[in-house]
């Protein structure tokens, strides 16, 4: 009798725990594959910020009477020769690979989010691909600035494409992909701001590192394709608008009823459009705008201040000290971008308030010299990179959580413009800021 009843309950609970079990296993692997898709995709974009003095060393290497390089980014060394500021600057600043790095980003986020969705995701991932690939192989085997800064642009187009992509393509998953995401765009930070410092201090050329990292857009790839778990009607190879998804049959919920009565009114079923995605921009500047000014905070720092901060009794060269904040930096981006497993932040204009009192810190640190070690500001800047790590990652999960789910898809994409309308806008002020501190 036992024996029977024990039979007859074993096959559904046998089921329950094989769905379980399966479901379980479907979550875990869609939220590495996004964690892997986050590291590969900001990676390039990180190695260039990183290789930022190396890139500028080569030119004044060609701009100074010493025997001629090797082609590529062979010079890793810091001292300006002919520099006669109290600064070690190098002629351009930093800021102007920046500038490269963000702008064709900043085009593709405020142009993209409007004809996005007629490309199917899986043409959006090769040209991902494709393009960080290209820079690699560009940056490495450059023979003149120019050639670099193309390099630059490529990687740009990548991580711009790349993250308003892979932000919308989070809707169509478990909510907990979004913490996989942030942390492995943190993790990308780490990743490429440290092995690009451990490997070239180890004595490995510049070249010679960008070469070995070409292994990232092939990990993106086994990532996108062969790990993610995708749902049984996903799109991904056919225009979003060819979809039968459910989600044109969803009400938008981000909509007031205090205007645009005529587009809310009896909304049919199908694709936004162009009038109702400019609304939803005007809806979400309440992130947009608390994002780029973190952004503009913090890359004001590392692209325009960071560079002139140089501890001459430091057993740190020039050049590594400058590695070592882009690296000090992307740790604290790591540890706070993968805080959203543990806890979230809604007030995310202190964040803002916080990064901005860093940045006129270190400012008048840069203009009165009266920081005492490169010790003290290997933690200001790890600091920085806690509070901007935290800002992305819960301005996103706000958004995914209070936006409705007919626009999530474009919100997701369109929001993203806030982090890249920052940086550009402090990598214009930080060019001219480095001309004032290197002619004194």
Same mark, same amino acid.
């Given at each position: 009798?036992?024996?029977?009843?024990?039979v007859?309950?074993?096959?559904?609970?046998?089921?329950?725990?094989?769905?379980?079990?399966?479901?379980? =296993?479907?979550?875990?692997?869609?939220?590495?594959?996004?964690?892997?898709?986050?590291?590969?995709?900001?990676? %390039? *974009?990180?190695?260039?910020?990183?290789?930022a003095?190396?890139?500028?060393?080569?030119?004044?290497? +060609?701009?100074?009477?010493?025997?001629? &390089?090797?082609?590529? /980014?062979?010079?890793? +060394?810091?001292?300006?020769?002919?520099?006669?500021?109290? *600064?070690?600057?190098? @002629?351009?600043?930093?800021?102007?690979?920046?500038?490269?790095?963000?702008?064709?980003?900043?085009?593709?986020?405020?142009?993209?989010?409007?004809?996005?969705?007629?490309? @199917?995701?899986?043409?959006?991932?090769? =040209?991902?691909?494709?393009?960080?690939?290209?820079?690699?192989?560009?940056?490495?085997?450059?023979?003149?600035?120019?050639?670099? !800064?193309?390099?630059?642009?490529?990687?740009?187009?990548?991580?711009?494409?790349?993250?308003?992509s892979?932000?919308?393509?989070?809707?169509?998953?478990?909510?907990?992909?979004?913490?996989?995401?942030?942390?492995?765009?943190?993790?990308?930070?780490?990743?490429?701001? =440290?092995?690009?410092?451990?490997?070239?201090?180890a004595?490995?050329?510049?070249?010679?590192?960008?070469? !070995?990292?070409?292994l990232? @857009?092939?990990?993106?790839?086994i990532?996108?394709?062969?790990?993610? %778990?995708?749902?049984?009607?996903?799109?991904?190879?056919?225009? $979003?608008?060819?979809?039968?998804?459910?989600?044109?049959? $969803?009400?938008?919920?981000?909509?007031?009823?205090?205007?645009?009565?005529?587009?809310?009114?009896? +909304? &049919? &079923?199908? @694709?936004?459009?162009?009038?109702?995605?400019?609304?939803?921009?005007?809806?979400?500047?309440?992130?947009?705008?608390?994002?780029?000014?973190?952004? =503009?905070?913090?890359y004001?720092?590392?692209?325009?201040?960071?560079?002139?901060?140089? #501890?001459?009794?430091? #057993?740190?060269?020039?050049?590594?000290?400058?590695?070592?904040?882009?690296?000090?930096?992307?740790?604290?981006?790591?540890?706070?971008?993968?805080?959203?497993?543990?806890?979230?932040?809604?007030? !995310?204009? /202190?964040?803002?308030?916080?990064?901005?009192?860093?940045?006129?810190?270190?400012?008048?640190?840069?203009?009165?010299?009266?920081?005492?070690?490169?010790w003290?500001?290997f933690?200001?800047?790890l600091?920085?990179?806690?509070?901007?790590?935290?800002?992305?990652?819960?301005?996103?999960?706000?958004?995914?959580?209070?936006?409705?789910? $007919?626009?999530?898809?474009? %919100?997701?994409? %369109?929001?993203?413009?806030?982090?890249?309308?920052? !940086?550009?806008?402090?990598?214009?002020?930080?060019?001219?800021?480095?001309?004032?501190?290197?002619?004194?």
């Amino acid at each position: 009798m036992d024996n029977t009843e024990s039979v007859n309950a074993d096959p559904g609970t046998s089921v329950n725990n094989e769905g379980m079990c399966s479901c379980r =296993f479907r979550n875990f692997r869609n939220q590495c594959g996004f964690w892997l898709l986050g590291l590969c995709n900001n990676f %390039a *974009y990180v190695v260039m910020l990183s290789a930022a003095h190396d890139i500028l060393n080569q030119q004044e290497s +060609q701009n100074v009477t010493v025997p001629t &390089p090797a082609p590529g /980014l062979l010079q890793s +060394q810091s001292g300006n020769g002919n520099n006669t500021s109290r *600064y070690d600057c190098n @002629p351009v600043s930093t800021a102007a690979v920046l500038l490269a790095d963000i702008i064709p980003t900043l085009v593709i986020k405020l142009t993209a989010p409007f004809y996005i969705h007629k490309v @199917p995701y899986g043409f959006r991932v090769l =040209f991902c691909v494709a393009t960080a690939t290209t820079s690699f192989l560009v940056v490495s085997f450059s023979s003149t600035v120019w050639m670099s !800064i193309l390099g630059v642009i490529f990687a740009s187009v990548s991580s711009g494409l790349g993250e308003l992509s892979f932000l919308s393509l989070t809707v169509f998953f478990s909510n907990n992909v979004l913490s996989g995401w942030g942390s492995g765009t943190g993790g990308a930070g780490v990743a490429g701001a =440290f092995l690009y410092s451990a490997l070239t201090q180890a004595g490995l050329s510049p070249r010679i590192t960008l070469l !070995i990292m070409l292994l990232v @857009p092939v990990v993106m790839l086994i990532s996108y394709f062969l790990l993610l %778990a995708f749902p049984p009607a996903f799109p991904q190879w056919r225009p $979003r608008e060819a979809s039968n998804g459910g989600s044109q049959e $969803r009400r938008p919920l981000m909509w007031d009823d205090h205007d645009d009565d005529d587009v809310q009114e009896n +909304q &049919p &079923p199908g @694709p936004l459009t162009f009038k109702g995605r400019l609304h939803i921009l005007k809806d979400l500047l309440r992130f947009i705008v608390p994002l780029a000014v973190v952004y =503009f905070a913090e890359y004001f720092i590392n692209q325009g201040l960071l560079e002139l901060l140089y #501890f001459q009794k430091s #057993f740190l060269s020039h050049a590594e000290q400058y590695r070592w904040y882009q690296t000090l930096y992307q740790i604290g981006v790591l540890i706070s971008r993968t805080s959203l497993f543990c806890f979230k932040i809604r007030r !995310i204009w /202190l964040l803002s308030f916080l990064q901005c009192m860093n940045a006129v810190l270190l400012l008048l640190a840069v203009y009165f010299q009266f920081l005492p070690s490169v010790w003290l500001v290997f933690v200001i800047v790890l600091y920085e990179g806690l509070l901007g790590g935290a800002a992305y990652v819960n301005i996103f999960y706000l958004i995914s959580k209070e936006t409705g789910d $007919r626009e999530k898809e474009f %919100a997701m994409a %369109a929001a993203s413009v806030g982090d890249s309308f920052g !940086i550009a806008l402090s990598g214009a002020l930080a060019i001219p800021v480095h001309n004032y501190f290197c002619s004194l």
